[in-house]
């Protein structure tokens, strides 16, 4: 079980900016495009996926990360299973691919939100860097 305690829980900032941006059309394939085009290795790790799984996949595991920030047992049971399954054992993902997904991820919010501001990508990096650290070690 992978356990995180957050000092600073997201805000109404992080929360509004998510739900703004997950309203618009496309989010999800601009995101893909970015990410894909962030590394010749990460398009190699993709380079057989079924894109309308993995954005329903990716939309399902921001939810459940922005839920994990309430620390409930499922969510962070999901943390722990992303972990296991992105592992150099399965999937082998390496620690600086999940840089490029949060670049691209930050990317992709500044464009679609209206009201990006400093601020918003202060509290998008807040939510999502502990759990990249975990992903990573």
């Known amino acids: 079980m992978v356990r995180l305690v957050l000092k600073n829980m997201p805000n109404e900032i992080y929360h509004d900016s998510f739900e703004r941006c997950l309203a618009i059309p496309g989010f999800f394939n601009r995101f893909y495009e970015l990410f894909l085009d962030s590394s ?23 939810y459940r990360l922005t ?4 620390q409930s047992k499922e969510s962070l049971a999901e ?7 992105h592992s150099r054992d399965q999937l082998n993902i390496e620690p600086y691919m999940y840089d490029l997904w949060l670049d691209s991820l930050l990317q992709t919010v500044k464009e679609y939100d209206k009201a990006w501001t400093p601020e918003v990508e202060t509290s998008w990096r807040r939510v999502f860097e502990p759990y990249i650290e975990i992903l990573k070690h």
């Open 40 to 62: 010749p290795a990460i398009q190699e790790k993709f380079k057989n996926t079924d894109f309308r799984k993995q954005i329903q996949m990716v939309k399902k595991s921001l």
């Open 67 to 70: 839920m994990a920030t309430t």
């Open 79 to 85: 943390l722990g299973r992303v972990k296991k399954t």
